[in-house]
């Protein structure tokens, strides 16, 4: 069974980092991409950051800048990490595992909480 296990969330200071990890576990398939969606009080889901198998990056124009997202391949662990943080970015933070099989399901990790103060 594939499980997606983050951590690192937590409370934060306007101005200060955090850095989020997600490892994934029981993959038996190709990944595709891996990415982080944020989902703010009374928001939709949003999707802010991806690398692809070929650590290619995208990010939303809300964190680009200050967020810097990585992969660790051999240990399928996609990590962000977070500066320069302000109160509009709490949010519950998802990491998502996409499949190189089109056929199969994205991989949703419980989600961790990013609370910054101001």
């Known amino acids: 069974q594939v499980q997606l296990v983050e951590s690192g969330g937590g409370l934060v200071q306007a101005g200060g980092s955090l850095r989020l990890s997600c490892a994934a576990s029981?993959?038996?398939?190709?990944?595709?991409?891996m990415g982080w969606y944020c989902q703010a009080p009374g928001k939709q889901r949003e999707l802010f950051a991806t690398i692809t198998r070929g650590d290619s990056t995208n990010y939303a124009d809300s964190v680009k800048g200050r967020f810097t997202i990585s992969r660790d391949s051999p240990k399928n662990t996609v990590y962000l990490q977070m500066n320069s943080l302000k109160p509009e970015d709490t949010a519950v933070y998802y990491c998502?595992?996409?499949?190189?099989?089109?056929?199969?399901?994205?991989?949703w990790g419980q989600g961790t909480q990013v609370t910054v103060s101001s």
């Open positions: 029981g993959i038996i398939f190709s990944i595709n991409a």
């Open positions: 998502i595992v996409e499949p190189l099989n089109g056929g199969l399901k994205t991989i």
